[in-house]
C-alpha cells in the first residue's frame, strides 16, 4: 500500500458540534425564522446539503430558511452565509501539528494522498486555502461527485482520480456514515480514529488513537 485515503471531520479535525449548533441556530435569527426549528430542518437536510442538492450555500440557506416560514432578505442570506462559511475555515485552520506532520511523513515517503469527505459547499471552498490542502494529491468532496459515503462511487472516485485500485488504499476515518465498513468492502484496508470522536463502537477493525500514529504503517 502506497496510498493514503483520508476522511476529513472527526479524523484531521475536530467535527465541531457544538461551535456548528451555535451557528446554525444565530443563522436562523439571521433569516428571521425561529432558531430551533431552523436547525433541525438544516440537520433534516444534511443528506442533500451534502450531494448539493440545493446548489451553493446561499441558496441552500434560502430554501431551508423558507421551508421554516421565513422570506429572507439577500442581504440577511449574505449574512448567515458568511458566518459559517467563518466556521468552516476556522474549522478547516484547525489542525493538530500532529496530524499536520503525519501527512507530510506520508508525502514524503512517496504516497499518494486523497480525500473522501460528506461537505456542503462552504467546506468545499474553504478547503484550498487550509493548511491541509497542500499534502493532498486529489479530493473526493460528496457535494461535488454528487455521493455521499457510505456510497461506493465517492470512494471509487477518489481511487479514480489517485490512479489507484481500492485494494491498493489504506483508509482512516473515524466511522461517521458508516464509512468504514463501505471502505472495507471495496477492498480497502480501513482503519478507526479515536482522535476527535469515538463514532463506531461496535467496529471490530483496526483502531488507533491519533491520526499520528498512522505513522506506524510507513515501517510495514
Known sequence: MKVLVTDLFSTLIAGGDAERAAVNARMGAILGVDSTAFQRAFDAAAYERFIGAYGDLPNTLQVIAERCGGAPTEQQVQEATSLRRSLAQRLLGAAPAAT?????????????????SNITAETQLQWAGS????????????AEVGA???????????????????????YVGDGNDNELPAAAALGMHAIRT???????????????????????????
Not at 131 to 142: E, I, R
Not at 152 to 159: G, L, N, R
Open 131 to 142: 493548511p491541509l490542502a497542500k499534502y493532498y494529491d486529489a479530493t473526493a468532496f460528496s
Open 148 to 170: 455521499a459515503k457510505p456510497d461506493p462511487a465517492i470512494y471509487k472516485a477518489a481511487c479514480t482520480a489517485l490512479s489507484a485500485a481500492p485494494r491498493d488504499c489504506l
Open 194 to 220: 479515536l482522535e476527535h470522536a469515538n463514532n463506531a463502537p461496535t467496529w471490530q477493525g483496526p483502531t488507533i488513537n491519533t491520526f499520528a500514529d498512522l505513522q506506524t504503517y510507513l515501517t510495514q
Open 100 to 116: 499536520l506532520d503525519t501527512l507530510a511523513a506520508f508525502k514524503q515517503a512517496g504516497w499518494r494522498i486523497g480525500l473522501v
